[in-house]
């Protein structure tokens, strides 16, 4: 069993060692000081930091999904513009008589004095094709 001594020691009550104790005191206190300004500078560095970082990512996700979309756009703006010069087309073609009287046979099956008029249905492609396996 460890029991303590004791020692029968006293302590001197000068001025030397009263100014001693109030310097090491003294230090204690501005030690604790120093590691609670420390210790919250770091939570205030660290939190501010981590504020800025989501922040920055946030903003990072927002314009990745801005050009997403600013890239969706043009590509709806290019097809648009050529279906709108398809249209133009047409519209310039509908100005002409004879576009006009074929687009009448084609679709309505009209026909001229003299004409005899087949339709032969479309060809569609078969599940199972003899060229493509060299039969």
Do not use: C, W
């Given at each position: ?119 032969v249905p479309e060809k569609k492609s078969a599940p199972y094709d003899a060229d493509k396996f060299g039969h």
């Amino acid at each position: 069993m460890n029991v303590p001594r004791r020692t029968n020691v006293t302590k001197l009550q000068s001025s030397y060692i009263s100014a001693q104790e109030e310097k090491r005191t003294k230090a204690s206190r501005r030690r604790r000081i120093a590691i609670v300004r420390f210790v919250f500078f770091g939570a205030l560095l660290a939190s501010l930091s981590s504020i800025f970082f989501y922040t920055l990512h946030s903003q990072s996700k927002d314009i990745e999904a801005k050009l997403a979309d600013k890239k969706r756009v043009e590509q709806q703006l290019d097809k648009l513009e050529k279906q709108q010069k398809q249209l133009e087309d047409e519209i310039k073609k509908l100005h002409d008589d004879e576009y006009i009287a074929e687009l009448a046979r084609k679709k309505y099956y009209l026909s001229k004095e003299g004409e005899i008029i087949f339709v032969v249905p479309e060809k569609k492609s078969a599940p199972y094709d003899a060229d493509k396996f060299g039969h």
